[in-house]
């Protein structure tokens, strides 16, 4: 297995275990991180998001949580990775599960510089949001609206741990 893959394959049974210290490591400081919700900019703002994705899961029920990786590969420039997440949405107490493809960009050291998470926006919106998901989740500005919640929701986040 290329050093990369292991990489991956760490940060990801980090996630698993709601561990998000071992995921910082795996991260570049100038790591950017985008999927149909954020698009973040440094180290700070990524873990700050996994972080906050960590509690939530853990307040709203670890019973209702697992992860799978599977279709981890890299070389050294470049990886990917396919995962599965079920879980308790916070904000509305509903159960999600969740299938996203991962891509990655290493940096010189080995670190993950780039990540961009792909999943099906309308799916998710669906399960996590009920009937409004199901009927706006395909929509531009549903997507907007979950996409500003969320920034709102890491602000405050962070400015409680700053």
């Given at each position: 297995m290329h050093p990369n893959a292991a990489t991956i394959q760490r940060?990801?049974?980090?996630?698993?275990?709601?561990?998000?210290?071992?995921?910082?490591?795996c991260y570049a400081e100038n790591v950017a991180f985008d999927d149909p919700v954020f698009s973040l900019q440094g180290k700070r703002d990524t873990m700050g998001m996994w972080r906050m994705l960590c509690e939530s899961v853990t307040r709203a029920g670890r019973e209702a949580w697992s992860l799978q990786a599977s279709d981890i590969a890299a070389d050294a420039t470049?990886?990917?990775?396919?995962?599965?997440?079920?879980?308790?949405?916070?904000?509305?107490?509903?159960?999600?599960?969740?299938?996203?493809?991962?891509?990655?960009?290493?940096?010189?050291?080995g670190q993950i510089e780039r990540h961009?998470?792909?999943?099906?926006?309308?799916?998710?919106?669906?399960?996590?949001?009920?009937?409004?998901?199901?009927l706006l989740g395909w929509t531009p500005w549903l997507r907007r609206r979950v996409q500003a919640q969320a920034e709102t929701g890491l602000r405050r986040f962070l400015a409680v741990r700053a």
């Open positions: 940060f990801y049974r980090a996630f698993e275990r709601l561990d998000p210290d071992t995921m910082a490591a470049a990886g990917r990775a396919h995962w599965q997440a079920s879980y308790r949405f916070g904000a509305t107490g509903r159960l999600v599960h969740n299938r996203i493809d991962a891509l990655f960009v290493f940096d010189a050291q961009h998470d792909r999943f099906d926006f309308g799916a998710w919106a669906a399960q996590a949001l009920g009937l409004p998901g199901r």
